[in-house]
T-cell receptor, first 113, second 114 residues
Framework: AQSVSQHNHHVILSEAASLELGCNYSYGGTVNLFWYVQYPGQHLQLLLKYFSGDPLVKGIKGFEAEFIKSKFSFNLRKPSVQWSDTAEYFCAVNAGNNRKLIWGLGTSLAVNP | KAGVTQTPRYLIKTRGQQVTLSCSPISGHRSVSWYQQTPGQGLQFLFEYFSETQRNKGNFPGRFSGRQFSNSRSEMNVSTLELGDSALYLC?????????????FGPGTRLTVL
């Protein structure tokens, strides 16, 4: 069965630290990849997505992610986090012609000022 | 442009009862998906409706059902509630019917089953 794994469940960083959140998926074919974010008290919203083309995608608020097909990974990065990045981050995968989104369990990020 | 709205925001029910949740998508969006979110299982896909037809279904028992109306509004029903149905139920709408696009999420309905 298709699955998405997020390795870090809880991450605590200081402001200006660099961030990398891991995401791996299990599916050998074509995938669409997403990172969603949920700020405290707010709805889930899209950070960035990869459908095809340049494997390095840039999203909102300075976030980027790199699709590495050989590693089945789509890690999220930000060079310098801010307190306002405190949120829960979800990786999701849509595999092949299947329109279902398969989600990771999420990573809770706390950024200390 | 109004976002996705879900009603009610909170519900408390007892085992054996049934519940209906409502979702109004963003104007012009024709696809509505439902998810169950729990701390242990994360977000799990329930089903997707497009043009009043169920287009995809997740691995949930038949107690979970849904429908979509001609104005794209959708309802989700859970019958014979169990304690394990306590969760946040999220609705997401999407503009187009083919391919895959960004989903816009509502605030969710928090269901507690006692």
């Amino acid at each position: 069965a298709q699955s998405v794994s997020q390795h870090n469940h809880h991450v605590i960083l200081s402001e200006a630290a660099s961030l990398e959140l891991g995401c791996n998926y299990s599916y050998g074919g074509t995938v669409n990849l997403f990172w969603y974010v949920q700020y405290p008290g707010q709805h889930l919203q899209l950070l960035l997505k990869y459908f095809s083309g340049d494997p390095l995608v840039k999203g909102i608020k300075g976030f980027e992610a790199e699709f590495i097909k050989s590693k089945f990974s789509f890690n999220l990065r930000k060079p310098s986090v801010q307190w306002s990045d405190t949120a829960e981050y979800f990786c999701a995968v849509n595999a092949g012609n299947n329109r279902k989104l398969i989600w990771g369990l999420g990573t809770s990020l706390a950024v200390n000022p | 442009k109004a976002g996705v709205t879900q009603t009610p925001r909170y519900l408390i029910k007892t085992r054996g009862q049934q519940v209906t949740l409502s979702c109004s998508p963003i104007s012009g969006h024709r696809s509505v998906s439902w998810y169950q979110q729990t701390p242990g299982q994360g977000l799990q896909f329930l089903f997707e409706y497009f043009s009043e037809t169920q287009r995809n279904k997740g691995n949930f028992p038949g107690r979970f059902s849904g429908r979509q109306f001609s104005n794209s509004r959708s309802e989700m029903n859970v019958s014979t509630l169990e304690l394990g149905d306590s969760a946040l139920y999220l609705c997401a709408s999407e503009v187009a019917g083919t391919g895959y696009n960004e989903q816009f999420f509502g605030p969710g309905t928090r269901l507690t089953v006692l």
